[in-house]
């Protein structure tokens, strides 16, 4: 389910999305059928901000993507966060 988490534009904030909602539900429905040790991917904005989130809303993974690149939108607004911008832009103009 994608995307699970996206951030504020205005505040940089990771939020949850309807399609976590979504992929939770589905997870309940295969629960209620009896399958068991279900694991839930919860990707999009996957950071040390997000990842509280994540356990809160009862996810089992995220996805590394921008939390090896500290590349999401609350990274732009607070250098504080733990993960560095690890892009470089190169033009041949």
Known sequence: AFPCV??????????????FDLALK??????????????LSAPSATSMASLPLLAER?????EPGHALTGTTPLHA????QPEKPAYVYVSEV
């Open 58 to 62: 009862g996810a089992t993974h995220g």
């Open 26 to 39: 589905g997870r309940e429905l295969l629960a209620a059928r009896g399958h068991r040790d279900l694991r």
């Open 6 to 19: 996206l951030c504020d534009p205005g505040t940089g904030l990771p939020a949850a999305t309807a399609t």
């Open 77 to 80: 607004l607070d250098p504080t």
